[in-house]
């Protein structure tokens, strides 16, 4: 399908942006932060980011033609009790320190280890 300016669409292109985008989000640093670490154009990846929602508004092909009886389908669904699905882990805590190495905390880290790691790190000579 062509874009804006009758472009066709790259959809591996538009996914790597997609999963950017994501990683942006989880690492929880600005984007200006985040582009600076991943040697990304804030404005390319603001406008990315502005550009993917304007295309999940837009309605697909898909919605446009009526459906048919061919495309219909149950699928089959499997009820899970929720207390018995183990929970999630909780996601590492990743550290981009000023000096420059990245630091990631898995759940179930001892503080005081995690004070002195971070007293030695913050003491090394620039």
Same mark, same amino acid.
Not at 5 to 13: L, N, Q, S, T, V
């Given at each position: 399908m062509?874009g804006r300016? #009758?472009?066709?669409?790259? %959809?591996? #292109?538009e996914?790597?942006?997609r999963?950017t985008?994501?990683?942006?989000?989880?690492?929880g640093l600005s984007v200006?932060? !985040?582009?600076r670490?991943? #040697?990304?154009? &804030?404005?390319?990846?603001?406008w990315w980011?502005?550009?993917?929602?304007?295309r &999940?508004?837009?309605?697909? &092909?898909?919605?446009? $033609?009526? %459906?048919? *009886? $061919?495309?219909? $389908? !149950?699928? %089959?669904?499997?009820?899970?009790? %929720?207390e018995?699905?183990?929970?999630?882990?909780?996601?590492?805590?990743e550290?981009?320190l000023?000096? *420059?190495?990245?630091?990631?905390? /898995? /759940? *179930? !880290? &001892?503080p005081?280890?995690?004070?002195?790691?971070?007293?030695?790190?913050? $003491?090394?000579?620039?």
């Open positions: 062509a300016g #009758g472009k066709r669409r790259d %959809p591996a #292109g996914e790597s942006w999963r985008i994501r990683k942006r989000q989880r690492s200006r932060d !985040f582009c670490r991943e #040697g990304l154009k &804030d404005w390319t990846l603001r980011r502005q550009e993917l929602i304007r &999940d508004q837009e309605p697909s &092909d898909n919605t446009r $033609a009526e %459906p048919t *009886g $061919a495309s219909l $389908a !149950f699928l %089959p669904v499997q009820v899970v009790d %929720p018995g699905v183990p929970p999630r882990p909780a996601p590492a805590i550290t981009l000023p000096a *420059g190495p990245t630091m990631r905390v /898995h /759940h *179930g !880290f &001892d005081r280890t995690l004070g002195d790691v971070l007293a030695v790190l913050e $003491a090394r000579p620039c």
